[in-house]
């Protein structure tokens, strides 16, 4: 299963947005991650056209989760992002060719199929079963209790282009 690097973006963009007590700019995020700012805005457009980011307009605008980080999934921002449908598609190749199976006697997927549904059934589950609370939590057990403390002041202080415009003046 190949997942988009946008999943990866928009999980880490879920994760900072938890612990931010403001809208959090596009900008900012993408200055926090050293990513492209117009290529994280697009997962974030996704994330909000799935409800699970609102964008607040204004000054002191930026994203915000729609609910609270353990309601939200894995799954959920694999979907908003990559989409939902399913990485396996039969195209009933046993129909094919000159020894090809009738219609008729196909009457279940194959055991090819049945396979690849089950592992992502699996797959899907594993996801489902992970929140962004869950993914915050792995972050201060894995970097300490002050990771995303370190990470919410950082979000309120200036930003290296607020501070470079300051230096230019």
């Known amino acids: 299963m190949k997942l988009s690097g946008g999943v990866e973006w928009a999980l880490h963009c879920c994760v900072v947005l938890t612990t ?11 200055e926090l991650h050293d990513v492209s700012a117009s290529y994280l805005a ?53 129909q094919r060719g000159p020894l090809g199976a009738a219609q ?25 079963a992970v929140s962004i609370a869950d993914l915050a939590a792995g972050v201060d057990e894995d970097y300490g209790p002050t990771a995303l403390a370190g990470i919410r002041g950082w979000l309120s202080g200036p930003s290296d282009s607020d501070t470079a415009a300051a230096e230019r003046r």
């Open 42 to 94: 697009k997962q974030l457009q996704a994330l909000s056209r799935a409800g699970l980011v609102t964008s607040v307009q204004g000054k002191a605008g930026g994203y915000v989760l729609t609910r609270a980080p353990e309601l939200i999934t894995i799954l959920d921002v694999v979907a908003a992002v990559d989409g939902a449908q399913p990485a396996f598609v039969c195209t009933e190749i046993r």
């Open 104 to 128: 008729e006697v196909c009457t279940r997927p194959c055991p090819i199929a049945r396979a690849m549904a089950g592992a992502e059934a699996a797959w899907r589950a594993a996801l489902q």
């Open 20 to 30: 931010a007590t403001q809208p959090v700019p596009a900008a900012r995020l993408a």
